[in-house]
């Protein structure tokens, strides 16, 4: 039976461990190895005095050790990471100590050690360079370990360089570099007990016919022993309310033989698949393999099926993908973790619920591999996974690799694919971002995807203008534009063919803004504020092109509430338009985009949907709307109205109406409905908007779309003007420069009014909110109620909300759930406030 003795905590009090159990152990220390002249020899002894080192808990970067111990304090705050100094100048060592089982096998293995590392057990050297962020490192230190007794481990770790010069987690210029580079032991580390054979690397490879499926299961098995050994592999395959499928093979090893063991395929008719999120229920299985009672493994696995076809679309191939014979439109954004890579369960589940909040199918991980608890998640939610190696570094330069980086890379291959290939949620893997493999390094790479029996669709690179052959262009922009860009099919950037990323700067609503910023480097921006951009002296160290569209557009923002409450109305109308744009034409000329990015690994004003904090705002909300099951929406190019219907269920008998208003007296200009019948995973464009004489300069366009007993199925506002947003010729691989600004200071009139009635009632999972305007004739703009812990508290995150940002006509109401963890309101009674673009604040206590 399988003992882990997991080192995310290892122990400093010996405690006696009964047999065939875990243990948890605690006592990991780190300091610099500057100045200790002890070596791995002395320092891996049990019993050595780590006394004025700090004590951490595995995973843990240095700089994340150091900051949990208060040597570097609030580095997110301000400017204060530049008070860090350059970690990666010396080496540093990690101590633990732990209690062994009683064996007879011992394995120690890290799944994560950045950049290289000697490792130490008992006294004894295990490996003199563990080298490479991404691979795996297992050792088989049986001859080490004291049964039943204290154990000790050592491990020295060089950091990567800077500037992404070593095979490592880079964030090329999404936020500035760790100081440390994330050096240390990143991911978890265990020792585990097993009998004589240990097993493996678990999968299932799918091949979907028709109903039924056929399933190749495999296993490495490891053999401890200094001699030969025959056990049999026996397993099962199981799921609620299904046959359960058994296995067994007999296998020999030779002395410290590991071997791949595949079993005969198996067949299972109707079996019940995995679905993506908004196609169906992301069913799972259980694979369960014993090699004896010397060691059990088991894995959760989809049965699914992915394949990607080409389609031209102005010229150009691009890859489109099928999921169980379905054709899937991508929507998606790119995950970044935490800057000193943190995470928790917490953390993870609340990605995952905003990425589904948002109503997006796929989240990409360009370089950020080895959260597997994410992959779990993803899995269970129907979360599409799109990882790959990262861009603009050495990763990329591999032309000037020497043999031990090409060994690295492959190793990395192999190691990360051996992690991914199981999952359900993972759909492709990318071998290169911008640039492609040089060819022969490319070739391994495939071999080695070959030999792993890699079942999902892979791509060379995810950009054209570097590979025409690509299928994905990586065109821009990276700056704000205004919503018609996404529209005009004759921009780089617009919403044609698969897209690997492009987006905008994202300030986060001001309350987020004042967890990060001092008041006067709020307002005015200034270079305290652009510091949370992207990377320093970069293109993307200010977020200029986002203001200009704010002060052409919305009017000059007067002080930094006004700055915020624009900028929400700006985020908002830009994320629902670029969703939208790649929905409307989905399968025939889009067939997949990453907003890039999804979230920061720091506080940050660039690139996101959602901010570091996870206060769901403008990005957010438009996201949500443009995503809706089914949903109506406005072409700002064409003036097209189009119904996207983005399940697998058929909506017939559904009436779309669209209606033009006048600001601010809300007078109708124009007003026309139509029939629609919503076929299931495609668009339809039923009208056309013509052009409208007698508009105001800044105008409502309100879009409707009810089914056959008059339910609401969508409901859509756009605010326009009468001299629109148009763009110049002028352009580069990051943004378009606009040539004129629509005028939106119109809503600037918009009355001011207190007829809007907000309450709230607490349910199991949150609250549920209902929104009046009672008013006879003014419009409640942009409202946005807020669950708040206490009165004038923060918004209690992580949070979902069934809708927000909503605009109400007089005489209206509507109902919001909001979902969220009555602990998070830290003791605080929950509040109510609510605001809006026209609305003064009101807070009421949610009974």
């Known amino acids: 039976m399988k003992r882990l003795i997991t080192a995310l905590l290892v122990l400093i009090a010996v405690t006696t461990v009964p047999a065939h159990t875990a243990a948890a152990a605690t006592g990991w220390a780190l300091r610099s190895a500057t100045g200790l002249s002890d070596a791995g020899a002395a320092i891996s002894q049990v019993g050595y005095s780590t006394s004025g080192w700090y004590p951490v808990e595995l995973p843990s970067t240095v700089l994340a050790g150091l900051v949990k111990n208060n040597v570097y304090q609030d580095i997110y705050f301000g400017r204060n990471l530049q008070n860090v100094p350059d970690l990666t100048g010396q080496d540093w060592w990690y101590r633990g100590e732990f209690t062994a089982g009683s064996g007879p096998a011992f394995w120690l293995r890290f799944k994560g050690i950045s950049y290289r590392a000697q490792v130490w057990v008992n006294g004894t050297q295990v490996d003199a360079n563990a080298v490479g962020t991404l691979v795996r490192h297992e050792y088989d230190v049986t001859p080490l370990i004291r049964p039943d007794q204290v154990n000790a481990i050592a491990v020295k770790v060089t950091p990567p360089a800077h500037d992404c010069k070593d095979l490592s987690i880079c964030t090329v210029d999404w936020n500035p570099e760790a100081p440390d580079m994330n050096a240390g032991i990143w991911n978890t580390m265990s020792v585990d007990s097993t009998g004589t054979v240990a097993l ?34 026996t397993g099962t395959i199981a799921k609620a309310g299904q046959t359960t499928l058994n296995l067994s093979q007999s296998v020999t090893l030779a002395a410290g033989e590991r071997r791949e063991v595949a079993f005969a395929p198996i067949h299972v008719t109707n079996p019940v698949l995995w679905w993506p999120y908004q196609f169906g229920s992301p069913e799972l299985y259980k694979l369960t393999l014993s090699a004896g009672t010397s060691d059990t493994t088991s894995i959760d696995f989809g049965i699914r099926q992915v394949t990607d076809y080409r389609t031209t679309v102005k010229g150009t191939s691009f890859v489109g993908y099928k999921i169980n014979g379905r054709p899937i439109l991508l929507r998606g954004g790119g995950y970044v973790w935490d800057m000193l890579q943190r995470w928790d369960t917490r953390t993870n589940a609340a990605h995952i619920a905003y990425v589904k909040g948002m109503g997006l199918n796929t989240i990409r991980l360009e370089g950020t591999l080895g959260n597997e608890e994410l992959y779990d998640m993803a899995d269970r939610a129907g979360i599409l996974v799109m990882p790959g190696f990262v861009c603009c570094s050495a990763w990329e330069n591999d032309s000037s690799w020497n043999t031990e980086q090409t060994q690295v890379a492959q190793q990395s291959l192999d190691s990360q694919l051996r992690s991914l290939r199981h999952h359900a949620s993972v759909f492709i893997w990318t071998y290169g971002s911008d640039q492609p493999p040089a060819s022969a ?8 995807a070959t030999a792993l029996h890699w079942q999902n669709p892979t791509l060379d690179n995810v950009a054209t203008w570097s590979n025409s052959d690509a299928g994905v262009k990586m065109d821009g922009p990276y700056v704000w534009e205004p919503p018609v860009l996404w529209w005009d099919q004759s921009r780089a950037g617009s919403a044609f063919g698969t897209t690997a990323e492009e987006g905008t700067e994202s300030p986060p609503p001001l309350e987020s803004l004042q967890r990060f910023l001092a008041p006067g480097d709020i307002w005015p921006i200034g270079t305290t504020f652009n510091y949370h951009g992207g990377k320093p002296h970069s293109v993307f160290d200010n977020i200029n092109p986002f203001t200009e569209g704010i002060t052409k557009r919305y009017g000059t923002a007067s002080s930094a509430d006004d700055y915020s409450r624009k900028s929400e109305l700006q985020s908002y109308e830009n994320t629902r338009a670029f969703f939208e744009a790649w929905s409307a034409r989905q ?153 004129t600004y629509a005028n939106l200071t119109g809503l600037n009139s918009l009355q001011a009014d207190n007829a809007v009635t907000a309450s709230a009632t607490r349910s199991t999972t949150g609250a549920t909110i209902t929104l009046a305007n009672t008013s006879p004739s003014a419009l409640a703009f942009f409202a946005r109620p807020e669950i708040t812990a206490g009165n004038g508290g923060r918004e209690v995150v992580p949070i979902t909300y069934s809708d927000n940002y909503v605009t109400l006509w007089p ?37």
Do not use: C
Not at 200 to 215: C, F, H, Q
Not at 216 to 229: G, H, K, R, T
């Open 441 to 448: 390094h490319l070739t391994a790479y495939k071999n080695i």
């Open 811 to 847: 005489g209206e109401s509507t109902t919001i759930t909001a979902a969220y963890d009555t602990a998070d309101l830290g003791g605080q009674p929950p509040y109510l406030r609510l605001r809006g673009y026209n609305l003064p604040t009101t807070s009421t206590p949610v009974p």
């Open 587 to 739: 399968h025939t000329q889009t067939f997949g985009t990453i907003f890039w990015m999804l979230n920061n690994a720091w506080p940050s004003v660039h690139w996101n949907l959602y901010d570091y904090y996870f206060k769901p705002g403008g990005g957010y909300f438009g996201t949500r709307k443009a995503t809706e099951p089914v949903h109506i929406s406005y072409d700002y190019f064409t003036r097209n109205v189009y119904v996207v219907n983005s399940t697998l269920t058929d909506r017939p008998g559904l009436t779309a109406t669209a209606t033009v208003y006048n600001v601010p007296d809300l007078s109708v200009k124009y007003t026309t409905s139509t029939p629609v019948s919503a076929t299931a995973n495609t668009s339809v464009q039923p009208l056309t908007l013509p052009a409208v004489s007698g508009l105001s300069t800044t105008y409502l366009i309100r879009l409707q779309l009810k089914d056959s007993a008059g339910a609401q199925v969508s409901n859509n506002v756009y605010w326009y003007s009468t001299a629109p947003d148009t763009l110049s010729n002028k352009s580069n691989w990051y943004s378009t420069t606009p040539k």
């Open 200 to 233: 493996r690397d678990p999968y299932v490879r799918t091949t979907l016919s028709g109903t039924t499926a056929d399933l190749n299961v495999y296993v490495d098995a490891i053999n401890a022993a200094n001699a030969p050994v025959t056990t049999t592999i």
